[in-house]
């Protein structure tokens, strides 16, 4: 009976659906399409790095690390992690500072980073063409450079940059190897910067002693707390850090930093999850608008089932039926809507989106949900209807 009077009227029923086609095609779209961006972000911050230890100058207030122009960790800090720490498989002192490169007629802004060896290794680099910089070459400060490869690009378009000189701040550095691209992030681009050894960074470019940061590589994720207390207290010593005072260093993990990133992508997920819920609400309301005008309509039937003996129960199922039939179709249609609009996203826009089961069922269980919810009312007042003025109506 509630399938013959949903085909009755064909137009109405599929636009009391509507608004459940596009509130679960919306959900499913949205979280698909956050979880893209939540699975993306991560696995590009996982690409600079895993098991990483930062050491970095000044003192943590909230959230935010207050360097000011603090100065206190320096090159011999990083030397005394290598050969002291336990558990570790690479450090890397950085200094880094914006500089002007150029090369023939062509110029570029970029970021000059001093660092050692150990860097690529650490920050998930690969070399593209020619080497990086070893020990030796970072103990007598050498005017040699590694390209990124938007340095290349900006400067040496199809020209082979190895065995070229680059200026930098208008000295000449000799180019002997260029990095792999690693992509973009949105606030930042790690290909465009030129690495120099950190020595030759402090010396004949920015004349500083101190280092910026100090990145430390752990060989078991098991063991990033252990080893980041043991750095705390060898760096505490060294800087003579009494008892009780605060140290005027900070050292945090790559594991805190993925958990921040992840908790905020989720945070954004839930989002639009959320706002596109809103609409299947609309939906909802929408059902329960037209199954009040469908009792009102029908009040003369349903005078007349309850006087040949139709129970108040079988009533309220009847309507209450309707109402989830068409949340139910709705939903159907909705979900093939969805995970539809979330491949053309993925395929036209160049967006990673991922589609899981959780997000379809979370979407159909709601989209029924509402229709149990909004369908009630509408049902309840129609099994109420006293037989007599039923009948009378109109």
């Known amino acids: 009976m509630a399938l013959r009077s949903l085909i009755a009227n064909k137009l109405r029923s599929f636009l009391t659906a509507l ?4 509130g679960v095609a919306s959900v499913i779209s949205m979280i698909s399409i956050g979880e893209g961006a939540r699975k993306q972000t991560l696995e590009t911050i996982a690409k600079f790095g895993t098991n990483i230890i930062s050491v970095k100058p000044g003192q943590k207030k909230t959230r935010h ?12 800090d990083a030397y005394s992690i290598d050969e002291h720490i336990e558990g570790i498989t690479g450090v890397a002192p950085q200094t880094y500072q914006s500089a002007q490169l150029k090369y023939v ?30 020990k030796e070459e970072t103990r007598g400060a050498k005017r040699i450079c590694v390209l990124g490869a938007t340095v290349v690009k900006n400067l040496f378009e199809k020209e082979d940059p190895i065995g070229q000189f680059v200026k930098v701040d208008g000295d000449n550095f000799l180019v002997i190897g260029t990095m792999e691209p690693k992509g973009a992030l949105s606030w930042w681009d790690p290909d465009d910067q030129i690495f120099v050894p950190i020595t030759t960074a402090q010396k004949r470019l920015f004349g500083q002693k101190h280092v910026q940061s100090i990145d430390i ?24 850090t009494r008892e009780g005072k605060e140290s005027d260093f900070y050292v945090s993990n790559s594991s805190q930093w993925l958990n921040s990133w992840g908790d905020a992508a989720k945070t954004f997920t839930f989002l639009l999850g959320g706002i596109a819920a809103i609409s299947l609400m609309v939906g909802g309301i929408g059902i329960m608008n037209i199954m009040l005008v469908s009792v009102t309509e029908r009040t003369r039937e349903i005078g007349i089932r309850k006087a040949i003996g139709a129970k108040k129960r079988e009533i309220l199922e009847q309507f209450l039926i309707e109402s989830i039939l068409i949340s139910f179709m709705g939903g159907g249609i909705g979900v093939v809507l969805g995970v539809g609009i979330s491949k053309a996203v993925s395929k036209m826009g160049g967006w990673d989106t991922v589609i899981s089961l959780q997000s379809i069922l979370l979407a159909f269980g709601f989209s029924v949900a509402v229709g149990v919810f909004f369908g009630y009312y509408p049902a309840n007042k129609a099994s109420n209807l006293n037989p007599i003025e039923a009948l009378r109506y109109e």
């Open 19 to 22: 608004g459940i086609v596009i």
């Open 65 to 76: 690390v207050s360097t000011g122009k603090v100065t206190t960790l320096i090159l011999e």
């Open 105 to 134: 007629n062509k110029n570029s802004n970029s970021t000059v980073r001093g660092t050692t060896s150990d860097y690529p290794r650490l920050a998930n680099f690969e070399i593209g063409k020619g080497r990086f910089f070893n």
């Open 217 to 240: 590589q752990v060989e078991n994720i098991d063991e990033l707390e252990t080893v980041k207390e043991s750095i705390t207290k060898l760096l505490r010593r060294r800087h003579n």
